[in-house]
Nanobody, 125 residues
Framework: QVELVESGGGLVQAGGSLRLSCTASGRTFSRFAMGWFRQAPGQERKFVGGINWRGDRTSYVDSVRGRFSISRDNANKTVALQMNNLKPEDTAVYYC??????????????????WGQGTQVTVSS
């Protein structure tokens, strides 16, 4: 079964940076697109961005484009979310996710079907 474990969350001041990491197990990591979602208090979980199975294409929602970057290391079965110039509205629980079907682009939230337990990111003003 698929298991995703996130790490790297914490408290940071506005304008600061954090790097989240996710380690996957349970299937052939390199065949599946990976993504990140977040859920702020009182809101639904929302797609942040994704990376395709090969790691050469990424997609981001408008609110984070230019500040966040997703990368993957297929050899070590990890995916990272680098977050720069953080804003208080980025405060949320961040979830790593993997696609349901192999060889996808990772461009849309509908592709994803498995999530980790999440890691809290808090940005103070």
């Amino acid at each position: 079964q698929v298991e995703l474990v996130e790490s790297g969350g914490g408290l940071v001041q506005a304008g600061g940076s954090l790097r989240l990491s996710c380690t996957a197990s349970g299937r052939t990591f390199s065949r599946f697109a990976m993504g990140w979602f977040r859920q702020a208090p009182g809101q639904e979980r929302k797609f942040v961005g994704g990376i395709n199975w090969r790691g050469d294409r990424t997609s981001y929602v408008d609110s984070v484009r230019g500040r966040f970057s997703i990368s993957r290391d297929n050899a070590n079965k990890t995916v990272a979310l680098q977050m720069n110039n953080l804003k208080p509205e980025d405060t949320a629980v961040y979830y790593c996710s993997t696609a349901r079907i192999a060889y996808g682009l990772g461009m849309t939230p509908a592709e994803f079907g498995f999530w980790g337990q999440g890691t809290q990111v808090t940005v103070s003003s």
